[in-house]
């Protein structure tokens, strides 16, 4: 049961990311996304993913950690909506890329005598790991920020080419796939320069 609640309360997070499409002032449309790795330039790179609830485990109770796992897919490959796709299988012939991880913590709840005093915290902290299949890979650290404004996580670094990156990704919600977990979109912006040629 611990299970279950854990893995709503993080896909309703992530399905809170569908309002963030177009939020970001210099971000293209969902829609303007090439499927591929790359966007239009070195400082713009996207990413589908499929979530796994099948990966997924952690408790409800603060302090609890989790874990859940996916795969990663060049940018406009995932379908919009209810949809059946298996994370771990080709979509449309596409194979996956590399594979998402994220682990965290919750920081909810908070005992009710004290809870209104801590309204604005968030409910959980994760990282986030965007490992390619060629060794190149993303790290990533944040929270959700608010039901309005949704995911924005912090570049942490990354490895081989992406080694030195900075900058955020704005994950946005496509929807869920036969798992029941999301689907979803990670939109990189990174600081000009930090990554190597």
Request: glycine residues 12%; neutral net charge; proline residues 6%.
């Amino acid at each position: 049961m611990k299970r279950i609640t854990n893995i709503a309360v993080f896909s309703v997070g992530l399905a809170l990311l569908a309002s963030l499409a177009d939020v970001e002032p210099g971000l293209k449309a969902l829609t303007g996304w090439m499927p591929s790795v790359h966007a239009s330039n070195d400082n713009e790179i996207a990413f589908d993913v499929a979530c796994d609830c099948r990966t997924g485990v952690g408790g409800p109770n603060r302090g609890d950690v989790f874990i859940i796992q996916g795969k990663m897919f060049p940018a406009g490959t995932l379908p919009i909506g209810v949809a059946m796709n298996d994370p771990t299988q080709r979509v449309n012939g596409v194979a996956s890329i590399g594979n998402w991880i994220c682990r965290g913590q919750n920081s909810f709840p908070i005992p009710p005598i004290i809870a209104s005093a801590y309204a604005s915290t968030p409910a959980f902290f994760n990282t986030q790991y965007f490992i390619l299949n060629d060794g190149r890979a993303f790290t990533v650290e944040g929270y959700l920020v608010s039901e309005a404004v949704g995911e924005v996580l912090a570049v942490t670094g990354g490895i081989g080419r992406y080694s030195g990156a900075q900058g955020f990704v704005q994950e946005s919600n496509l929807g869920t796939n036969s798992t029941t977990c999301p689907n979803f979109r990670a939109r990189f912006k990174l600081q000009s320069g930090s990554i190597r040629d």
